[in-house]
C-alpha cells in the first residue's frame, strides 16, 4: 500500500482509495466498485466530508433499531471488506448480529476472500458462502437476489451499507426494515430504506458502534421512542441542506 503523508491535505481520501485499490489486487473488490467509490467521494466532498447533524440523528435512530432487533444481519459487499471489515465485526458482536456476504457482481473465489478477510479481522461466522445454505429474495434478478436461509432470509433488521436499490426495495417488500449508509441522499437506496445514515461508512460505523455501546443500557421504551420520533424522509431533506449549505458557503470563499 502506497505511503500517504498525514500531512497531505487529502490524506484521509487517498488512504481510502488505498484500501480499495489494495482490495481489488486482492480479490475483494470489483472493478466497478471502484468506480462507485469515485460516486461517492464525489457526494462527500459536497457534504464537507463531515458526520453532520443528520446523520448522527440516523445513526442514533439506527443504533436503537438494531438493539431492538431479534435477527440483525449485516451485509457485506467487496467495498466493504476493504474499507472496514474490522468495525463491521466490532458492530455484529455489539448487536450480537450476523454477517453475511452479498454481491452484485459475484465469483466465488471474491466471495471466499471476502470470508477470509472477514475472518482474519475477527468475525468467528460468516454467511452466504456455504453451499446448499441458500435460497432467492422474491423481487429482484441480480446475483443479489441469492441470500442465506439463516441468515437475510429471516432476519427483521437488515444492515447494507453501499447497496442498491433494487435490492433495498426487495428487502422492504420482504417485510425487512433496512439501515443503509448512502452519501447520496437522492438515490434509490437512501429514499427507500426505513433509516438513512448519510455519511462516508469509515467515519460512521464507528460512530454507530459506540452508539449502540451507549444505548445499550437504555429500557425498550426509549429506544422504541427514539425510532418513533425519527423520520427519514425528513433526515434525507436536512441532508440535502447539508449539501447547500456546504455549497454555498465554499462559493463564499471563492
Known amino acids: ?17 488505498e484500501k480499495l485499490v489494495n482490495g481489488f489486487d486482492n480479490g475483494l473488490v470489483a472493478k466497478e466498485g471502484l468506480l462507485a467509490q469515485g460516486r461517492g467521494e464525489a457526494f462527500d466532498y459536497l457534504l464537507g466530508e ?4 443528520a446523520a448522527m440523528r440516523a445513526i442514533k435512530a439506527a443504533a436503537a433499531q438494531l438493539l ?27 448487536i450480537k448480529g450476523k454477517i453475511e456476504v452479498n454481491l452484485f ?4 473465489n471474491r466471495k471466499q476472500a471476502i470470508v477470509k478477510t472477514l475472518k482474519k479481522n475477527g468475525a468467528s461466522e ?21 441470500v442465506d436461509k439463516n441468515g437475510i432470509f429471516v432476519a427483521d433488521v437488515v444492515v447494507v451499507p453501499l447497496e442498491d436499490g433494487d435490492r433495498t426495495t426487495a428487502l ?8 443503509t449508509f448512502d452519501l447520496n441522499p437522492l438515490s434509490r437506496t437512501s429514499q427507500t430504506a426505513n433509516i438513512t445514515i448519510v455519511d462516508n461508512v469509515t467515519r460512521s460505523v464507528d460512530l454507530l458502534v459506540e452508539e449502540c455501546k451507549k444505548m445499550s443500557k437504555n429500557n425498550k421504551k426509549s429506544l422504541y421512542k427514539i ?18 449549505d456546504n455549497l454555498t458557503r465554499r462559493s463564499k470563499i471563492a
Open 126 to 146: 460468516v454467511l452466504g458462502s456455504k453451499i446448499g445454505s441458500s435460497t432467492k429474495l422474491s423481487g429482484i434478478d441480480s446475483a443479489r437476489r441469492i
Open 105 to 108: 457482481y459475484t465469483n466465488e
Open 227 to 244: 425510532i418513533a420520533d425519527f423520520d427519514n424522509k425528513k433526515n434525507l431533506r436536512e441532508s440535502v441542506n447539508q449539501i447547500r
Open 1 to 17: 500500500m502506497q505511503i500517504i503523508p498525514k500531512s497531505h491535505p487529502r490524506a484521509k481520501s487517498l488512504l481510502i482509495r
Open 68 to 94: 431492538l432487533a431479534e435477527m440483525p444481519v449485516i451485509s457485506v459487499n467487496g467495498n466493504i471488506a476493504a474499507l472496514c471489515p474490522k468495525q463491521i465485526v466490532k458492530l455484529s458482536k455489539q
Open 172 to 179: 422492504r417488500k420482504a417485510g425487512k426494515t433496512v439501515i
Open 50 to 53: 463531515k458526520t453532520g447533524k
